[in-house]
């Protein structure tokens, strides 16, 4: 008997590694083949891409403008794949935008729709909800609270716990890190986390190296970039500046993370990242003008920070648009490196952020509630 097919789909860095870590752990468990778009992780998962995450990575309402000729010919390309394969299940990775469109498309084809890690339609657009309900047969959440708000609105939904916890660690301690890339294991070091997408590093770069030639006129601080999954340097070579010296490391984050004093980072996964690792933070987070003024509208929370969000408090400081500038970035930085009380009283804030994300183990259990759903031959088409 050949294997099953399914479809699996994420749209950018955080998903391709959420999907690339469940493809490996249904791979493992039952006899599946796994198409879809994803990137360089899924890919060395096994999963057979027939589209790049890449082709459609965006952020805000102008991206998205500007990517539709690319979202359309994606669209159109899983869409055909699943006619041709009829895959027993689609397991789409947050991105919403996209796969809210997709999973219609694909519940008329009599195909089932698993969301594995349910957008945070909590925090802005709630009413998407009832897209969730109608199109999806289950959604799994990765934050302990989005499993009632989700069945309060019709979802059939689980409360997984998030796939990072158990697997976010360094693997060289400060010294070996400083070793590794010339740096002072002595000397404060300031570790950036400017995004995962062209988009974003365009708008925050250049206001980031702003803040790091600010900080040094005063303070010996070293400046580490952590580039993100998919990012090269020669991307981040027009935005470095000969004035401030910065050490640019690949495939290297939670190293980094683990030996930073004080982080600065784009909102987003990594903001969570930097949470497990214990690393006091500023987030910071900047989208073009119209995207902004329509996400002041929609977004329903008074934080926009996803630790501030988890923890129902401001645990880090959190610079979006106007308030992401090089001054006050500066100033955050320099409030955390000079005050060890102020570095003490942000890591209690980070310990109650971490009791909430859920014991390890998110993969396993969204692998075994899957295929719990593969056994069972009566379940709704």
Same mark, same amino acid.
């Given at each position: 008997?050949?294997? +099953? !097919?399914?479809?699996?789909?994420?749209?950018?860095?955080?998903?391709?590694?959420?999907?690339?870590?469940?493809?490996?752990?249904?791979?493992?468990?039952?006899?599946?083949?796994?198409?879809?778009?994803?990137?360089?992780?899924m890919r060395e998962a096994g999963v057979e891409l027939v589209a790049d995450c890449a082709?459609?990575?965006?952020?805000?309402?102008?991206?998205?403008?500007?990517?539709?000729?690319?979202?359309?010919?994606?669209?159109?390309?899983?869409?055909?794949?699943?006619?041709?394969?009829?895959?027993?299940?689609?397991?789409l990775t947050d991105f919403p935008g996209f796969h809210l469109r997709l999973a219609r498309a694909l519940k008329r084809q009599g195909i089932?729709?698993?969301?594995?890690?349910?957008? !945070?339609?909590?925090?802005?657009?709630?009413?998407?909800?009832?897209?969730?309900?109608?199109?999806?047969?289950?959604?799994?959440?990765?934050?302990?609270?989005?499993?009632?708000?989700?069945?309060?609105?019709?979802?059939?939904?689980?409360?997984?716990?998030?796939p990072l916890v158990g697997n976010v660690a360094a693997k060289r301690s400060r010294a070996e890190f400083a070793a590794a890339f010339e740096l002072d294991a002595a000397k404060p070091i300031v570790v950036l986390l400017p995004g995962s997408r062209a988009g974003e590093i365009a708008h925050h770069m250049p206001p980031l190296m702003q803040s790091c030639h600010l900080i040094a006129r005063d303070h010996p601080v070293q400046f580490v970039l952590a580039l993100a999954p998919g990012m090269s340097k020669s991307q981040m070579a027009p935005y470095l +500046?000969?004035?401030?010296?910065?050490?640019?490391?690949?495939?290297?984050?939670?190293?980094?993370?683990?030996?930073?004093?004080?982080?600065?980072?784009?909102?987003?996964?990594? +903001?969570?990242?930097?949470?497990?690792?214990? +690393?006091?933070?500023?987030?910071?987070?900047?989208?073009?003008p119209v995207t902004a003024a329509i996400a002041r509208w929609l977004v329903r929370t008074p934080m926009f920070a996803m630790v501030n969000l988890i923890a129902g408090k401001r645990v880090v400081p959190e610079l979006v648009q106007n308030d992401f500038t090089p001054v006050r970035v500066a100033n955050?930085?320099?409030?955390?490196?000079?005050?060890?009380?102020?570095?003490?009283?942000?890591?209690?804030?980070?310990?109650?952020?971490?009791?909430?994300?859920?014991?390890?183990?998110?993969?396993?259990?969204?692998?075994?509630?899957?295929?719990?759903?593969?056994a069972n031959p009566t379940a709704k088409r």
């Open positions: 008997m050949p294997p +099953t !097919q399914i479809l699996i789909s994420a749209g950018e860095a955080s998903g391709d590694m959420y999907a690339a870590h469940l493809a490996t752990a249904l791979r493992a468990r039952t006899d599946v083949h796994l198409y879809g778009m994803g990137g360089p992780r082709e459609v990575s965006l952020v805000g309402i102008v991206e998205i403008a500007k990517k539709l000729p690319a979202l359309n010919r994606v669209w159109k390309r899983l869409i055909g794949e699943s006619r041709q394969r009829k895959p027993r299940f689609a397991i089932q729709n698993i969301y594995f890690v349910c957008p !945070q339609f909590w925090a802005w657009r709630p009413w998407r909800a009832n897209l969730v309900r109608r199109r999806f047969v289950r959604g799994l959440c990765i934050f302990p609270f989005e499993q009632d708000w989700y069945r309060e609105r019709g979802v059939t939904a689980d409360f997984i716990g998030h +500046t000969p004035d401030t010296r910065i050490r640019v490391v690949e495939d290297a984050t939670y190293d980094a993370l683990g030996a930073a004093d004080v982080a600065v980072v784009s909102s987003g996964t990594a +903001t969570v990242e930097a949470a497990l690792m214990d +690393t006091p933070m500023i987030v910071v987070y900047r989208l073009a955050e930085v320099i409030w955390l490196l000079d005050s060890e009380e102020a570095r003490s009283e942000m890591r209690r804030g980070l310990a109650s952020v971490r009791e909430r994300l859920g014991p390890p183990g998110a993969i396993e259990r969204a692998a075994d509630i899957i295929v719990e759903m593969l």
